[in-house]
């Protein structure tokens, strides 16, 4: 099984032992990262292994690799041959590992190593991008046969994840780390175990003087307690959420807690994807039994489905797709999630009589208006393309148009409901704008906003000043999410579970 390995970035001895301390009970490996002590600690690292009480690499990361380290090689390499000497019999006493670089040739210290039962980590870098030809480079990189292969790559695509994923399964008879560096990769840290990677490093970020030791690293406990890294194993049933840029998602937090909570072998981990091609790709080859699919992805995924529930055929947007042994097939929450919330904030059972205004044309609104029409709602939709809101509106005969002044006394006829389903106003977007700025709210409309984050968009601010009651699309997300836990696990959700997934907090 993967292990967790705890970097200790700290600049003083003591301190690393310290956070080590508070962390301890999640990480079964350490490395202390000599590049980050200051200087004169640098030359104490001897004992540190009997102090840790864990097995610890030895690392002095060079500046070039993305570490601390700008000394001469002479200077690094007395320093690795500093943390060998006085080698014990008991090994618990010794460092357990010694990364050295892929292009350091060192025999000395590779015999030292040897003689006293400390592995080596044959390392290699790429803080830029991922290298053509990862699995010959595996292949090629181990100098001896005992050596463990690292490879920290930087992914700049879901492609570079891809590569990395393939090559992880060419070599699966070695014993390796598999690392892809930033946003797009930081998957492979939590799914170890699947990439064929025999550990997994991370940091202590609840304390401000332990820097990430590389980009995309994730927090300890983040990796221990919401992702349960320790209980992934090959049979581990793997969901999860895609879209990008995919920053700020509840979604892992929902179904972790669910899944944990309910004893269930399965994780939920976040697929940040600038390409849903090679996202598919990479659901194939990691065996997704269920993924979340959102913004931009909703409508460009329905070409890979085998089959689609009614909804998805009508509405034209998915946002769930569930393995099925006839391959992907489609499902969309967000209507039923949409009504369900809509409908109990409104204390109604249907929307009829009303008239209502939808801001937006997109994969949100699609399923909004499929909804509103299936309950007896009266629709006008504007959006900022007026022609996107023509073409959502024809099929239901309903009024569309643009989204500007000209469309005032219109709304004034369509204003029992006002939703806005926009990602105008969300959070990450760095477009904190209000898409109805030029509408006055009377006071009397119900209005509701499908961004949840931040709770209070521009526009619900205020229309919540003018009087009128609001809803955001937290209490939406939680129960279309209730409906994908149903499509993925053919289970009835728990229903006494809810208080503990429903946070009140993003
Ligand atoms: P989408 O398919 O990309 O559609 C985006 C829509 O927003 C389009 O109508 C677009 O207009 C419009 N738009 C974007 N920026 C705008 C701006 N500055 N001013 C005016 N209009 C703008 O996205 P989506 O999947 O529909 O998602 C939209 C929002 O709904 C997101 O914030 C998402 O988080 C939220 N959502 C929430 C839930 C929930 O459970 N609460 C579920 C689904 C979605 P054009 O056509 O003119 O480009």
Known sequence: M?????????????????????????????????????????????????????????????????????????????????????????????????????????????EAAQTFGTRIIRSYHNAQGTDANLAAKIRSMRHSGDEIVKLAVRANSTRDVLNLLKAGKECADQEKILISMGHYGMYSRILAE???????????????????AAPGQLDVQELSKQFRFRNITKTTKVYGITGNPLKATSSPLFFNTIFDLEGTNAVYVPFPADSIVDFMEIANHLSLEGVSVTIPYKESVIPFLNSMTDEVQSIGACNTLILTPQGWRGANTDARGFSGSLLAFLARENFKRQRVTIIGAGGAARAV??????????????????????????????????????????????????????????????????????????????????????????????????????????????????????????????????????????
Do not use: W
């Open 2 to 110: 993967a292990k967790i390995c705890l970097c200790l970035t700290a600049k003083t001895l003591k301190r690393n032992l310290e956070i080590l301390d508070k962390y301890r009970k999640y990480a079964d490996v350490t490395e202390l990262r000599v590049d980050c002590l200051e200087p004169d600690e640098r030359l104490l690292i001897r004992r540190f292994p009997e102090q840790a009480g864990m097995p610890v690499i030895l690392t002095i990361r060079r500046d070039i690799d993305g570490g601390q380290f700008v000394g001469g090689e002479g200077v690094r390499i007395n320093l690795m041959a500093r943390g060998l000497a006085f080698a014990e019999t008991d090994r618990r006493r010794n460092f357990a590992y010694l990364d050295i670089e892929d292009n350091l040739d060192v025999p000395s210290l590779e």
């Open 194 to 212: 699947q990439f064929g990677s025999m550990m997994s490093y991370c940091g202590a970020f609840a304390e401000t003087d332990a820097p990430p």
């Open 369 to 506: 208006v499929y909804e509103l029409h299936r309950l007896g709602a009266k629709v006008l939709i504007l959006n900022r393309t007026a022609g996107k809101a023509g073409r959502l509106a024809a099929p239901y005969k309903f009024a569309s148009g643009g989204l500007d002044e000209r469309e005032t006394a219109r709304i004034e006829k369509y204003h029992d409901i006002i939703i806005q389903t926009t990602s105008a106003g969300m959070e990450g977007t760095g477009d904190s704008v209000d898409p109805l700025s030029f509408y006055n709210f009377s006071g009397r409309e119900e209005v509701m906003d499908l961004i949840y984050n931040p709770k209070m968009t521009p526009l619900l601010k205020r229309a919540s000043s003018a009087g009128c009651n609001v809803l955001n699309g937290y209490d939406m997300l939680i129960r279309q999410a209730q409906h994908q836990y149903v499509y993925f696990t053919g289970k009835e959700f728990p229903d006494h579970l809810l208080s503990r997934v429903r946070y009140g907090e993003i």
